[in-house]
């Protein structure tokens, strides 16, 4: 069996988090072993964690605060040389040109929409493969 897939998931709103865990779920895909969950709700937790490694996608609200979770991508794909994928949360759709701008490999807007998440999500997993 293999060992499941590491995501890191960071926002500040509690409700947030438990949208995008009951969305995924423990298992996105046939092919994929099981997802497991670290949720952060700060920004330099974000980057200690990451530093740390171990992850095999990051997922940041990009609505959080104090720290957003654009910026945070920014950092950590200027900062980390072997960053995982990162995946942001939006606030609407048109804010897609920010996710560019953070280097993050994809974006969904709020409101969380599973069928949206959990295509952008097993995308970047199955290209991890």
Request: with cysteine; hydrophobic share 45%.
């Amino acid at each position: 069996m293999a060992d499941p897939l590491r995501i890191l998931l960071y926002s500040s709103n509690a409700r947030v988090r438990e949208q995008v865990r009951m969305a995924l779920g423990e298992r996105l895909h046939p092919e994929l072993p099981e997802l497991t969950y670290t949720e952060v709700a700060t920004g330099p937790m974000v980057i200690q964690l990451i530093d740390a490694g171990g992850f095999d996608l990051v997922i940041l609200d990009g609505e959080s605060s104090p720290v957003g979770g654009l910026g945070i991508a920014k950092q950590l794909k200027d900062e980390i040389a072997d960053c995982p994928p990162v995946l942001v949360l939006t606030g609407r759709p048109d804010d897609a040109w920010l996710a560019s701008w953070s280097r993050a490999e994809a974006a969904v807007s709020h409101p969380i929409d599973p069928i949206r998440l959990g295509g952008a999500v097993l995308k970047l997993l199955l290209a991890g493969q």
